[in-house]
Nanobody
């Protein structure tokens, strides 16, 4: 059974930084594409950033230049470094791993940016 566990959310002021982490308990971690998504109540879940097994990255326009996604295959860890945070970044952030055609989600971690 795949387990996806996020951590690192919290409350931060505008302009501040947070680092989200996601530990994925799965064999052959390095083979899978992964990503960070976020959701605000009443809205659809949206892609923030993703990274392929080959470490190619893709970012939503709204976070380009401020967020950085990375992976540590040895530690089975996916990270999201978030800098220059804005109130509109406030959301629940989810980690996801695509495993043989099925997307597995974590429970989410709340990020709140105060103005």
């Amino acid at each position: 059974q795949v387990q996806v566990v996020e951590s690192g959310g919290g409350l931060v002021q505008t302009g501040g930084s947070l680092r989200l982490s996601c530990v994925v308990s799965v064999s052959f971690f390095s083979l899978y594409n992964m990503g960070w998504y976020r959701q605000v109540p009443g809205n659809e879940r949206e892609l923030v950033a993703d990274i392929t097994s080959g470490r190619s990255t893709n970012y939503a326009d709204s976070v380009k230049g401020r967020f950085t996604i990375s992976r540590d295959n040895a530690r089975k860890l996916l990270s999201l470094q978030m800098n220059s945070l804005k109130p509109e970044d406030t959301a629940v952030y989810y980690c996801a791993v695509d495993l043989r055609g099925i997307r597995h989600w974590g429970q989410g971690t709340q990020v709140t940016v105060s103005s």
